[in-house]
């Protein structure tokens, strides 16, 4: 069965610190997609990044940063010298592939609360 | 328009009543989805349309649960008999392209409580 799991319910640091946040994802699929959506007190959920099971390159994007590792089945995000912007509730999600009628959905985890304090 | 528009943004609603809930998707987009967030959850996918047909419909929890898309852009998700299990966050998403791999946008959402 389908199922991503994030450990960190919430965290808190300080504005400057580092942080990462945990992704563990279940599937039966060899193709797949992972994803990172952000959302912040607004609502609404901002795409961050989309990853495809082949491809295992870690990413950088500014302060951002994913590390996925197939033999742990994780995709962590780093955020370095966070901001107070960066509060919000982070998701992890993953999409199957070509599964018959679940094509297309998303599985999401149940978030992480994100605090960064001044 | 310039993002995903949903209206109303809030409902409040009595046990037993029909709602209807509605999702203006990005112009262009062929694919449309629906989720539903209860409180300190991640969203739950309930359906996704590919053109004006309901590609996967399989989140629908139960036959109280319908939407349409007639004319492949504007659809509408109705709820009847509400119960107040039903009151939830409501996100529609649209993408571009075949397939639903693309990247999704996200309205901000209907809030749905049921008294």
């Known amino acids: 069965a389908q199922k991503v799991t994030q450990a960190q319910t919430e965290i808190s640091v300080v504005e400057k610190e580092d942080v990462t946040l945990d992704c563990v994802y279940e599937?039966?699929?060899?193709?797949?997609?992972l994803f990172w959506y952000k959302q912040p007190p607004s609502g609404e959920l901002v795409f961050l990044i989309r990853?495809?099971?082949?491809?295992?390159q870690n990413e950088i994007s500014g302060r951002y940063s994913w590390n996925f590792q197939k033999s742990t089945s994780s995709f962590n995000f780093t955020i370095t010298a966070s901001q107070v912007v960066d509060s919000a509730v982070y998701f992890c999600?993953?999409?199957?592939?070509?599964?018959?009628?679940?094509?297309?959905?998303?599985?999401f985890g149940k978030g992480t609360k994100l605090s960064v304090k001044p | 328009g310039a993002g995903v528009s949903q209206t109303p943004s809030n409902k409040v609603t009595e046990k037993g009543k029909y709602v209807e809930l509605r999702c203006d998707p990005i112009?262009?987009?062929?694919?449309l989805y629906w989720y539903r967030q209860s409180l300190g959850q991640g969203p739950e996918f309930l359906i996704y349309?590919?053109?004006?047909?309901?590609?996967?419909d399989s989140g629908l929890p139960n036959d109280r649960f319908f939407a349409v898309r007639p004319e492949g852009s504007v659809s509408t998700l109705k709820i009847q008999r509400t119960e107040r299990g039903d009151s939830a966050v409501y996100l529609c998403?649209?993408?571009f392209g075949t397939g639903g791999i693309t990247e999704a946008f996200f309205g901000q959402g209907t809030r749905l409580t049921v008294v």
């Open positions: 998403a649209s993408s």
């Open positions: 599937t039966r699929d060899t193709t797949y997609y």
């Open positions: 990853r495809n099971s082949f491809d295992e």
């Open positions: 999600a993953l999409s199957e592939a070509g599964y018959g009628g679940s094509q297309g959905n998303l599985i």
């Open positions: 112009s262009g987009h062929t694919a």
């Open positions: 349309f590919q053109g004006t047909g309901a590609a996967d």
